[in-house]
């Protein structure tokens, strides 16, 4: 391991045979986790959560063969955090900087149920002072279950800012035709294969048959992924999170990183706050968006 690739200042928050940092894909640093039901890996490029799982289960994130592990590239796959924008937008990156930024990491803990909990921090930087007055924590928790908690903080004394997020989650499942989503019955969602056109979701369980990219707003209740082929139901539950995500680029949404192929051994099922339910963060505020992942047999 290089000490210019893994700076020094990580080894404190290794936790022997629980927390390793290692050298991952294209040399960037990760911290792989390891508890006594599950394993999991997060780059600090990103903050970007690119592996979970239980013991005698499959992965639950989906990882692109075809992700571009690089300083300026965001990684494809797993839960890549949309901050503090959501899409694309004028001029600069899709989906906010967040993603494109190696977070600190900045405490480790091991809890007293086996749990290991691990904070990271997004730092300011002087190509973005506009936005350095909004400070951004990352909180994630493994145990059998995946908890994430992304905070939002307002350091101004004066103004408000305005903000979305996203976690923009990639789970795997054994194959897409197999697959039904439930608990979006009755929502209203916007449809971006049919220019952004509103509509009602009528399906119990929604089957994925094509290219898929929806927005449903005013969600806030659990969202489960039925997975036939898999034998397990994913269970998405969060707080602070008014809209869910559905995406696959099916093979008709082309992109350099992602192999068309794969699209039958994914699902996106996202938790944020977008669009018409963005954040006004007022000053001095805090906003904590936290999902938890959860699976069980079928």
Not at 249 to 268: G, I, K, S, Y
Request: include cysteine; glycine fraction near 8%; proline fraction near 6%.
């Amino acid at each position: 391991m290089s000490n210019e690739v893994l700076p020094q200042s990580l080894s404190k928050f290794e936790i022997p045979g629980r927390v390793a940092v290692a050298e991952g894909n294209g040399g960037l640093p990760k911290i792989n986790i390891m508890t006594g039901q599950s394993a999991a890996e997060i780059y600090l490029h990103g903050a970007h959560l690119t592996g979970f799982q239980k013991k005698g289960e499959p992965p639950l994130l989906f990882m692109s063969r075809l992700s571009q592990f690089a300083p300026t590239k965001p990684i494809r796959g797993g839960v890549p955090i949309c901050f503090p924008w959501f899409g694309p937008r004028e001029g600069d990156v899709a989906h906010g900087f967040a993603r494109l930024r190696a977070w600190h990491l900045t405490d480790t803990k091991a809890a007293a149920d086996g749990a290991i909990i691990l904070n990271f921090r997004l730092p300011t930087a002087s190509d973005r002072a506009a936005w350095n007055l909004l400070r951004a924590e990352f909180i994630v928790t493994v145990s059998d279950t995946l908890t994430m908690e992304l905070l939002a903080i307002n350091d101004s004394a004066d103004r408000t800012i305005e903000i979305e997020n996203c976690l923009h989650t990639y789970f795997a499942v054994g194959d897409i035709g197999s697959v039904g989503i439930r608990g979006l019955q009755g929502a209203r969602f916007l449809d971006k294969t049919d220019r952004g056109a509103e509509k009602r979701e009528t399906h119990e369980t929604l089957p994925i048959v094509a290219e898929t990219n929806r927005i449903y707003h005013d969600t806030p209740g659990p969202v489960e992924i039925v997975d036939t082929r898999f034998h397990r139901v994913i269970r998405i539950e969060r707080s602070g999170a008014a809209d869910t995500v559905v995406w696959n680029p099916w093979t008709t949404q082309l992109m350099p990183d992602f192999d068309p192929a794969e699209h039958n051994r994914m699902v996106c099922v996202e938790a944020g706050n977008v669009g018409r339910n963005k954040i006004g963060l007022a000053p001095g505020a805090t906003a904590v968006s936290k999902v938890i992942l959860s699976t069980h047999a079928i």
